[in-house]
């Protein structure tokens, strides 16, 4: 079992940067592909970054070269620094523990961009 804790949402103007953090315990963290997803109103949930626990990325096209996932197991934490921020970031971002087939997900933290 494991239990995942996003931090760092809230109200950002366009341009502007944020770091979302997920701290997840109850099982070996290393172990777990680690993943970003978002959801806006009306819309499906949907990938925004991966990191595998090898420490391999995958990023959706529109946040390339504005996002960064990263992962300290040491701290158990997985990031999501995001730069250059646009009105249609604007979601849910909910943090993600993936080891087949254990599936776990955290409860969503809420990033604005807004001028």
């Known amino acids: 079992q494991v239990q995942l804790v996003e931090s760092g949402g809230g109200l950002v103007q366009p341009g502007g940067s944020l770091r979302l953090s997920c701290a997840a315990s109850?099982?070996?963290?290393?172990?777990?592909?680690m993943g970003w997803y978002r959801q806006a109103p009306g819309k499906q949930r949907e990938l925004v970054a991966r990191?595998?626990?090898?420490?391999?990325?995958n990023y959706k096209d529109s946040v390339k070269g504005r996002f960064t996932i990263s992962r300290d197991n040491a701290k158990n934490t997985v990031y999501l620094q995001m730069n250059s921020l646009k009105p249609e970031d604007t979601a849910v971002y909910y943090c993600?523990?993936?080891?087949?087939?254990?599936?776990?997900w955290g409860q969503g933290t809420q990033v604005t961009v807004s001028s």
């Open positions: 993600n523990a993936l080891y087949y087939p254990e599936d776990y």
């Open positions: 109850g099982s070996i963290f290393s172990m777990y592909a």
């Open positions: 990191i595998t626990s090898g420490g391999m990325t």
